[in-house]
């Protein structure tokens, strides 16, 4: 092993530490030829102190070689709204562009679609008169969707549905109004007195006038309907929908547009479809076995030294709550929401995993102003939640992070 065994002063083996004479290597040292060889080094000037071949000013964690993970690699900020996020220069995960979820359901079973002229429902008719037979007279027409998988609570965007042109007899102006069914989770239609007439219908309307249908078979914008947001984001607030469940629609009015069942055309059924957000705001969290919420009056009580109150901004037009404020986030066992209040009254609270199920449902007592509610004793796995607030048609939420560790 020795380098030179015909000289005592020189003592050098393989192993021992030298010096290449090449100030682009590091951790140089002798070979087994007794050769003096460096490691090029890929950060000159700057180092790369954990060896994993990140540059210590890129990488987000130069002390630990599991971790390389540098400005401009993909990640996944944990909002299920965006996409195409990135690590941003300061190591955080975001840059992500908003991503609506669309999902479209095409009535599939004979009963989803219907006709009433004040008796019992006709569930086989070739065809959808809206809103008038030409022989019978006015009726009420329901179909019903199934399959959709939007989750509770979610902010919808948009919502239509496309119908397909049966006949063209576009004799007098036609004048329709859509409701959903107030229901949590709608019925197939039924051959009983009233049953699609007598069905509870959602506060929310929408007036649609269509222009003269010109060609069977046509299905374009002339058969869509307008946005039907309003109605669908009713349906998917009620306390007792999920994911599974079916939406229907009533549909009645004057004049008369002739459109396709499903037993006139398996491919030209009503389709319903519609884009929604999952409607987060903050940063993920918490769910609760023996929940024991508080409501806080203006800004004081039972908050946290360490949390002071967050003053948010007056809710814009046409909401009766501001955007709500999350300490701590991560969260463990306790977890603080604020916001304004235009109102004062009741609102309803749900904290929900991002597969939609509710963990948290309960009703608290807002006033106008200054709220904060202290959310204590939660019992939730290690994750990320929503937090939801629902004061008449407004709707704000919050993501936050539960971490148990």
């Known amino acids: 092993v ?11 083996q393989p192993g021992d530490a030298c010096d290449d004479g090449n100030p682009a290597t590091i951790n140089d040292m002798v070979d087994a030829n007794c050769g003096c060889a460096g490691t090029l080094n890929s950060c000159p000037g700057i180092g790369d102190n954990d060896g994993d071949g990140i540059c210590a000013d890129v990488d987000c964690d130069d002390n630990n070689p599991n ?13 299920p709204n965006t996409v195409g996020e990135t690590i941003q220069g300061d190591c955080s995960c975001g840059g992500g562009n908003s991503a609506p979820t669309q999902t479209c359901a095409m009535v599939s079973e004979s009963s989803d679609d219907a006709e009433e002229q004040g008796g019992p429902a006709d569930l086989t008719s070739s ?47 036609c004048s329709l109004n859509i409701y959903g069914q107030a229901a949590d989770n709608a019925l197939t239609f039924a051959s009983v007195l009233n049953d699609i007439s007598g ?41 007792g929908y999920t994911s599974n469940s079916a939406i229907a629609l009533i549909i009645n009015g004057t004049g008369n547009r002739t459109a396709e069942s499903i037993n ?69 066992t306790k977890l603080n929401a604020s916001f304004r209040s235009k109102m004062e009254g009741a609102v309803q609270i749900q904290i929900r995993d991002l597969n939609g ?24 796995p290690s ?9 008449d048609d407004t709707v704000q939420s919050a993501k936050f992070v539960i971490s148990n560790d």
Request: hydrophobic share 35%; glycine share 8%; with cysteine.
């Open 127 to 173: 065809d959808l008169e809206l809103a008038t037979d030409p022989n019978l007279g006015s009726q009420t027409v329901g179909i019903r969707f199934t399959g959709l998988n939007i989750p509770q609570g979610a902010v919808i965007t948009s919502a239509y549905v496309q119908f397909t042109v049966d006949e063209t007899d576009n004799g007098e102006a």
């Open 2 to 12: 020795d380098c030179d065994d015909n000289d005592p002063n020189a003592t050098t």
């Open 67 to 79: 971790i390389t993970t540098q400005q401009g690699d993909a990640c996944d900020d944990g909002n």
């Open 264 to 332: 006139g055309s398996l491919n030209g059924a009503p389709e319903l479809c519609v884009e929604y957000l999952y409607a987060a705001v903050a940063n993920r969290t918490a769910a609760p076995t023996t929940p024991n919420t508080t409501v806080v009056e203006g800004t004081g009580i039972e908050q946290p030294a360490a949390s002071p109150f967050v003053e948010n901004p007056l809710p814009d037009e046409g909401y009766l709550i501001s955007p709500i404020s999350v300490h701590p986030n991560p969260a463990s």
């Open 357 to 380: 199920k509710i963990m948290l449902q309960e009703m608290r007592v807002v006033e106008k102003g200054d709220n904060a509610f202290l959310l204590k004793d939660l019992s939730l």
């Open 199 to 239: 069905r509870p219908k959602t506060t929310a309307t929408v007036n649609w006038a269509p222009p003269a249908w010109l060609g069977v078979g046509d299905a374009g914008p002339a058969q869509q309907t307008p946005d039907l947001s309003a109605i669908i984001q009713e349906i998917v607030n009620r306390g």
């Open 383 to 391: 994750g990320v939640y929503i937090l939801q607030m629902f004061a």
